[in-house]
């Protein structure tokens, strides 16, 4: 092999290789060598020397503190003269300016590797933080660093969260990489943590904690803390799982609902739209996707020669029309559940608590409001915490638009804005949301989604984050001014539709009578 790259430490787990014996390994076979200190460039010493090796790479991202863009490259001056490299630009040559292309002659130093201009705001950027980081105590970083670790793989065992990192300080690197249940788990944790500010990372289904110069030692209780609620919430958020809010035989609860219902002092609260063909339908940008075609309702019979004793009708019907349901599989990141098709999910879990965030107001003053976290935080704050298992519905009033398909879609009168103009959930709000443990979220509006949510990162949060968990979507609810903040049930029941992606519902809500 002519060139062997090797990486110093994993980028996985954090560990770091037998770098001896591979350059070893690497010189008896002929090889040059390089080596990527990424991974612990800054935090642990390296010489390129001990053992001689022909190249290093690095970023001067991560403990270093500088900004993408910058990066760090060492060539052994002894193999400068006879390598060429085959990218080259105007820099890769002794002269700039000379524009000769035939007669082009490689700089004669490590120059000979950059290519076009270089990218200054990078190189600007991470200038004062390596300034100040040469001033440093690196032995004292080091040691800071290794308590850190040392602290975190603590908090992780008291989870019981598998360790895929190096137990043993000497063969790691300043990272620490934690095995979650699956992908879903450990993007769920680190989008919760986000929201509060700290910053985690994840690769699949591996958490990855890098403790760096500016982390508090707090933070890491801190960490743990909240993650020890995300992971306890999201196990109880499957019917079944939960904490019974009741002492009361089972029984005696359903004889009593019964009564109510008999007696009127719960009623019942239609929450969907008539479905027909004056049903508004989402119009995506034709170069973007196949649109839904409108609802069609056709006679069969009515008491006539087709039929003379009965009435019924054939329809033409998308499964996402009207007030409908989003199921996990409707979305590219809930493809792989199971039980995420209309006739496979649990149906448990279709009916539970419902809280109503209001949002009315600020809807009827900007039709792009966003719901945050901190807003679903404050609402917490006076009507009480969001329970694992529960619905969360946005309330707008925008079902108030529904008769006029225009109105309610609020299409962007500039053809080159994809989208319309509707209120939704921001993505940090969703976040905060599944970090709750809930069962789904419901809007008003046409999708689960805000108008011109496509620009958004991610783009469509409700609907790549919903379904990335195995939650469900309810799009075009109504009546929702009619149910309180808390205290109503929620009852939404999709088609059982052989591999459904989705269905229109009829969504009913059990509220406490007048």
């Not at 390129?48 to 001056?77: E, H, N, Q």
């Not at 008999?262 to 008539?274: E, F, L």
Request: with cysteine; net charge negative; hydrophobic share 40%.
């Amino acid at each position: 092999m002519g060139l062997a790259l090797l990486t110093w430490v994993t980028s996985t787990a954090s560990a770091r290789m037998d770098y001896q014996a591979l350059v070893a390994h690497g010189r008896a076979m002929g090889s040059l060598m390089v080596a990527d200190i990424t991974q612990a460039a800054g935090l642990l010493p390296f010489d390129v020397m001990t053992p001689r090796v022909d190249f290093v790479v690095s970023t001067s991202l991560k403990w270093m503190c500088g900004t993408p863009g910058a990066g760090i490259l060492y060539a052994d001056k002894a193999l400068l003269p006879e390598l060429q490299p085959e990218g080259r630009g105007w820099f890769s040559q002794n002269n700039p300016f000379s524009w000769d292309l035939d007669k082009f002659q490689y700089a004669p130093d490590i120059r000979r590797f950059d290519t076009g201009t270089p990218g200054s705001v990078a190189a600007v950027a991470s200038l004062p933080a390596l300034q100040w980081f040469a001033t440093q105590d690196m032995g004292a970083i080091a040691a800071r660093n290794r308590a850190m670790v040392d602290r975190i793989i603590q908090k992780a065992d008291a989870l019981d969260l598998p360790l895929l990192s190096p137990r043993d300080a000497d063969r790691r690197g300043g990272s620490v990489m934690l095995r979650m249940p699956d992908k879903a788990e450990a993007a769920a944790l680190v989008g919760a943590l986000g929201v509060e500010g700290y910053s985690v990372d994840f690769r699949g289904h591996i958490l990855r904690l890098s403790p760096g110069i500016i982390t508090e030692d707090s933070a890491i209780d801190e960490v743990f803390t909240l993650a020890a609620e995300v992971l306890a919430r999201r196990r109880a958020r499957f019917a079944g799982r939960g904490q019974a809010q009741t002492t009361a035989p089972a029984a005696a609860v359903l004889g009593e609902l019964g009564d109510a219902l008999a007696s009127g002092a719960v009623r019942i609260v239609d929450c969907t739209a008539p479905l027909g063909p004056d049903t508004p339908i989402l119009h995506l940008p034709p170069d973007f996707a196949k649109n839904t075609p409108k609802v069609e309702i056709h006679k069969i019979s009515e008491y006539d020669a087709d039929g003379p004793f009965f009435a019924w009708n054939w329809l033409v019907l998308g499964e996402h029309s009207g007030t409908h349901f989003d199921a996990p599989h409707h979305w590219l990141t809930g493809k792989d559940f199971p039980d995420g098709y209309t006739d496979t999910l649990d149906v448990q879990r279709l009916i539970a608590p419902v809280n109503v965030i209001d949002c009315s107001a600020e809807s009827a003053a900007d039709p792009d409001f966003l719901l945050t976290a901190q807003r679903v935080k404050e609402w917490e704050a006076r009507h009480g915490d969001i329970r694992p298992g529960d619905w969360v519905v946005m309330r707008t009033d925008w079902d108030k638009r529904m008769h006029d398909a225009a109105l309610f879609l609020n299409a962007d009168p500039d053809p080159r804005v994809e989208g319309g103009h509707s209120p939704g959930p921001s993505p940090e709000c969703i976040d905060y949301l599944l970090s709750r443990g809930i069962v789904g979220w419901g809007t008003q509006c046409i999708g689960t989604d805000a108008g011109l949510a496509g620009t958004f990162n991610p783009p469509f949060p409700a609907h790549n984050l919903l379904h990335r968990d195995n939650c469900f979507g309810l799009a075009s609810l109504c009546n929702l001014d009619q149910l309180p903040p808390r205290g109503a049930i929620l009852i939404v029941t999709p088609l059982k539709i052989k591999n459904g992606t989705g269905s229109p519902i009829r969504a009913l809500a059990l509220v406490p009578g007048e």
